[in-house]
């Protein structure tokens, strides 16, 4: 259902459950334990993919039906979408950089996953949105707080209010994916961005993702934790070679 790849600071997560990637409370299980071995693994950078046709169709539509159809469905829902939200906070907060490669639908649950993440890539043909208004429900793992954030609230009404799925490439131009290209394109993207990242400084970039995380917290200091993280970083050996590496005189 999900296998990982470690290749040196980069590990690649795929998700392969038949057809759609559907997300239930196995597949939410498997990605926990999934989690668990990237912690023990410390990459730098975490790429999330799929080798479906979609990245992942969202909640399991018999899952959801079974809800509606069953004594204390109501409740069965809402501890569901509950473990939902542990499931993405905790991707949110992984001590790695994510990046979520969307090369099909990333629809409901699927693209809350996605939003859960650094970083994202489309291709052009992938379709992306949080249509839960079409069945009476709302994106409620995540859906309705990241992507406001994301994109800002205008473009987060048009698409959960409009129930509207839009293509790789206006996500790229309404700020829900980084980068958009053609599907033959996503591997050497894939590729170029993880590489690049996986060449910076890991203490750096955890230390970063940290003070952005602070500047979409309310309760949070961020200036203060922008004077708070160099004091680790300068004391760690990393940051000494490259700063030195830096500055060494250079061969003419």
Request: aromatic content about 4%.
């Amino acid at each position: 259902m999900i296998t990982l790849k470690h290749d040196g600071a980069i590990t690649t997560l795929l998700m392969s459950r038949p057809p759609v990637n559907a997300i239930d409370p196995a597949f939410v299980l498997a990605f926990h334990k999934a989690l668990d071995q990237i912690e023990q693994a410390k990459p730098t950078i975490v790429v999330i993919r799929s080798d479906q046709k979609c990245f992942s169709a969202g909640a399991d539509l018999a899952l959801i039906q079974g809800f509606f159809s069953q004594a204390g469905g109501t409740a069965g829902m809402v501890a569901y979408v509950k473990t939902l939200h542990t499931l993405f906070d905790r991707l949110e907060k992984l001590e790695a950089i994510t990046l979520a490669a969307i090369s099909g639908p990333a629809l409901g649950g699927g693209l809350e996953l996605a939003l859960a993440c650094d970083l994202r890539i489309a291709t052009h043909a992938a379709k992306l949105g949080l249509p839960e208004t079409r069945i009476g429900m709302i994106p409620g793992a995540g859906g309705t707080q990241r992507l406001p954030r994301l994109c800002g609230p205008g473009i987060a009404a048009r698409l959960i209010l409009g129930a509207e799925v839009i293509d790789g490439a206006e996500a790229a131009r309404v700020g829900l994916v980084q980068w958009a290209v053609e599907p033959v394109e996503l591997d050497v993207k894939i590729d170029e961005v993880a590489s690049r990242v996986a060449g910076l400084s890991r203490p750096a970039l955890l230390a970063s993702k940290d003070c952005l995380a602070a500047a979409l917290n309310p309760a949070a200091d961020g200036y203060a934790r922008e004077i708070e993280q160099p004091l680790t970083l300068m004391e760690t050996p990393e940051a000494r070679e490259r700063i030195a590496a830096f500055f060494a005189p250079k061969p003419n």
